[in-house]
């Protein structure tokens, strides 16, 4: 049976940050509904963490420390953005009511 | 670089942030009507009093974590002065308008503190931190009409397209800090891990990119600047810029030097010769051809825009590209200098929010009237408004007795220098075409009278017409005394010079 280490190695990490990430990049960008968008950028951010820790592990002493604070940061700023982005969305729907970021279209050239 | 007091570095952030928290902290015990006389004030003399606190601290970096030297004192302080004019054109918009709330001058000050965090900061975490301080902050400014449809959909884009890009950034860093073992600007890879590194900081490259509103990551900024507020428009025209560029510039610097000490935004950097050819040409050709492709782009649209605040978007992607074009490399054996950089970003923040300032005083109810036919004659009716616009948009146009000439200038040159002279010529060509629109407008502004017959209202203006015309002020007096302008130490080579001057040994 394979131990913990060999098993979950940072390369194995990165690649499924790698793929969260653009997994939340997809959503963010491809999709319409508005909870589905904010949903992507928050999938993003937590890619992001993960690959974090997941460098904090190939890296020895003050260097791993910084990258297991770093998600910290993140979560914390991942947060005031959440709270952004939902008051947007209830100004948003206060005025058209509903959620489909297609239906703003208003301004252009 | 030296170490300096944290305190002393931290004090222009700490006044800015504490005069928009005071504000927010006012603004519930005022009257309607009272709180568009006395909140910009507050902001106003935060954003001075930071400003002296910029002006008395000692070059230097604390905990290799910020830092402050000639170039980031510059752009610190046309931060401050950007936003202390750009309070003075919210107050006389909202004041005239009545609108209920008074959130917009605390967030204008968070905002700036954000900006001033960016500026300062010698590592990318820290950077991503102020970056979103002040990201935050504008959204809420842009979706600042909450009544009106158009701000709503500004603020859609704009805080979609932003959380992505900044998303794109904070993996940039990761991988950086996977391919170094610090997220310090500056810090060398480790052996082994120079793809990784390459990739993190190309994602870095197009979340700065983003910010800017280079193309191609500029298609938010149009509507954004046309949904905003017209102050707001300038205020976050201006202070995204000068942070944006200053985080391009500590991580430029720090890639060529590569070294781990603190980068410094003054002085001229030779690039390590294996990592230039690796890393740094690639990244400069891509870098050329955002910059080629967003002065082109922008200029050209510029001619078709028919709404000022439109206008100035288009303009804003011109001139991301010209903030692009100084990093273009040098020929091979010269330093890195982008002393360009820090006198084009001055030029062009305190030109476009001046202007946009005197813009918001005279563009009617609700700033509905920021048409160029609507702006029609309005020069004669308000006359310092007029001036000040003129100045500014004579400015952003590079006419010679103004600081954008100076900088456009600068630019060019430096590009020349660097072998690029198609790249000046296209350039230069597509800076006609946007002088074009600046001066179109200008003559509507002066040309014949207003053309509705009831006067327009005006608002409380007083710190309006004092920041602008000071700041528009500013753009000529600055191009009499170049002295002061920002320059980079002529530090090519700091070993070699430092070991011809020391004495020899024995010598005494």
Known sequence: ?109 | MDPAPLLSLLAPLLLALSGGLIALAAEPFLARVRKHQVLPWIVAVACIAAAFAVALAPNGQAYGMLALDAARRWLMLTTLAVTAVAVGGLQASLDRDRFPGGESYALAAVAASGVLLMIMSLDALAAFVGMETAALAIYALVGLRRQRPESGEALLKYLVMGAVFSAIFLYGVALYYGATGSTRFGAPAVAGREALFALGASCMLIGLAFKLGAVPFHAWAPDAYTGAPVAVTGLMGAIVKLGAVALLGSLWLGLAASDGKPVRLDQAVPPVPGLRSALLEPLALLLTILAIASIVIGSFAMLRQSSLRRLVGYSAIANAGFLLLPFILPFRDAAIDLSALWLYAVAYALATAAALAAAAAIAGPDDAGDNLSQLHGRGRQFPLYGAVLSVCLASLAGLPPMLGFLGKFAVLGQTVAAGGWIIALVALIAALAAAAAYLYLLVQLWAGTPRDEQPLALGGDALNRWGSAAAAVLLVALLACPGLLPSSAAVAAPTAASSLSAPPPGGK
């Open chain 1, 1 to 109: 049976m394979p131990t913990d280490a060999a098993f979950f190695t940072p390369i194995h990490v990165q690649v499924l940050a790698a793929l969260l990430f653009g997994l939340g990049l997809t959503a963010a960008l491809a999709r319409r509904d508005l909870f589905i968008v904010l949903m992507g950028i928050e999938l993003m951010l937590n890619a992001v963490n993960l690959s974090f820790i997941g460098f904090a592990r190939s890296h020895a002493g003050s260097a791993s420390t910084l990258g297991q604070l770093a998600p910290l940061f993140t979560i914390a700023i991942a947060a005031a953005e959440a709270c952004v982005a939902l008051a947007m969305v209830v100004l948003l729907v206060r005025q058209q009511d509903t959620v489909d970021t297609d239906a703003r279209s208003a301004l252009k050239d």
